[in-house]
């Protein structure tokens, strides 16, 4: 049947409805002209041509795990970073002789997953991500879906998931606690309304969210397990995976775990006969002041040539876009006030994670 | 499951450089490695140094000379 939709300004075909107001049209439709809805049309069917799936922004950091900063494998003896700013639980915790986590690109899709391996464990595992509140200011109120997805081996194959948020003095409650909802192909997702305790909104640099993934239901951990594509976006909806450029997320991990390497040199000024300080520029600006290493391995060089090489101690002094730092210990090489480089014989770590 | 494991076996401050100037940071051994600490209180290490002493757990030892 041929007719109109409204205000009679649209020529349709469709099978076995009239429409008006908000509207469903039932059985396959076509549209010849443009079409235009006031109210709610709800399509059950496909829409021919595909309407392009918006994927929405995630809000998480390395999702897809693919920045390593501390390095491609790390054994976790307790608590600690693997991936950039995904930490680990370790074998002191949940028990066994083995939690290691590395990453591996899927040789069939090509996408890296984060791998966490365990040896008789008697506890439940995770990993989780801690989430800044500036990265969540405007979505207070607002829902959001988390979405992942999970395999693993001698395990349960289902997750477990936990979101928690934080308020002005560090309390936190529970958004979710619970088995995730399947979405088929080993993907997972679960949705909340962001709320900061009794609405207590955390400052922007401090943590608003936790999101913690576990394997295995909260069961002891399986031996092998795997987590990909991560995301946490505004919205009810999981919306397709989409990485940001690894440059873009190189940046944005080192505002929380920066390393300077081996060989990195350091103009500073001499403070003594035995030290220099020095002005240590991080890439990107710091979310706080880091915890630095206490010794570090360096070779002080003057401006009239002379060297010194010693397992310098560090001291530093509190500021995020330049970090001061004065490296002592070396041999009579410099004179108070006179120019003199820093040569790193190591990396050395600057840590501002949450 | 918000709090993370952080073994700080021993806290002390560090003298700065310069003198007449107030210490800015804290030598502490955590996990079982030497860190220099900044005092800054949206540090993490800084914050659970300052919860554990609040705790009584821990002590910050005075700089020394």
């Known amino acids: ?354 | 499951m918000e709090n993370e494991t952080m073994n700080i076996t021993s806290a002390m401050l560090q003298a700065t450089m310069m003198p007449d100037e107030e210490p800015t940071s804290i030598k502490a051994t955590i996990d079982g490695i030497e860190m220099s600490v900044p005092m800054d209180p949206l540090n993490r290490h800084y914050k659970e140094i300052l919860r554990q002493t609040e705790a009584n757990t821990l002590v910050i030892q005075e700089e020394t000379p």
């Open chain 1, 1 to 354: 049947m041929v007719g109109y939709i409204g205000p009679k300004a649209i020529q349709y075909n469709v099978d076995n409805s009239v429409v008006e107001g908000d509207s469903s049209i039932g059985g396959d439709s076509s549209v010849g002209g443009n079409l235009t809805v006031d109210g709610n049309l709800q399509v059950n069917g496909s829409i021919s041509p595909p309407y392009p799936t918006v994927a929405n922004a995630n809000i998480l950091i390395n999702p897809s795990f693919t920045v390593n900063q501390r390095g491609d494998v790390i054994d976790h003896n307790t608590e600690s970073y693997g991936p950039d700013r995904w930490r680990v639980r370790g074998i002191s915790q949940l028990g066994g002789t083995m939690s290691q986590s590395s990453t591996v690109v899927d040789p069939a899709t090509g996408i890296n997953k984060l791998v966490v391996k365990h040896r008789n464990a008697t506890s439940f595992s995770y990993i989780y991500q801690f989430i800044e509140a500036v990265n969540l200011q405007g979505l207070y109120s607002k829902e959001m879906t988390l979405s992942f997805g999970y395999e693993d081996t001698g395990g349960s194959g289902i997750p477990f998931v936990q979101l928690l948020s934080f308020d002005s003095s560090g309390n936190y409650q529970t958004l979710y606690d619970a088995v995730p909802t399947s979405l088929g192909g080993n993907r997972w997702a679960c949705t909340i309304t962001l709320s900061a305790p009794n609405g207590n909104i955390p400052v922007p640099s401090e943590k608003g969210m936790q999101v913690l993934i576990y394997p295995n239901g909260t069961n002891a951990a399986p031996a092998e397990w795997s987590v990909w594509e991560t995301k946490l976006e505004v919205g009810s909806v999981a919306t397709p995976f989409i990485a940001r450029s690894y440059g873009e997320e190189l940046l944005l991990c080192q505002r929380y775990y920066q390393v300077f390497g081996i060989d990195h040199v350091f103009a500073g000024r001499g403070g003594s006969t035995t030290t220099i300080a020095v002005s240590v520029i991080p890439f990107v600006e710091l979310r706080a002041t880091p915890t630095i290493p206490f010794n570090v391995n360096a070779r002080a060089y003057s401006i009239s040539g002379s060297t010194s090489d010693t397992n310098s101690t560090l001291t530093l002094a509190r500021y995020t876009s330049a970090i001061y730092v004065t490296f002592a210990g070396f041999n009579s090489v410099i004179t108070d006030n006179r120019v003199g480089t820093i040569q790193l014989a190591q990396n050395m770590p600057v840590d501002a994670e949450l």
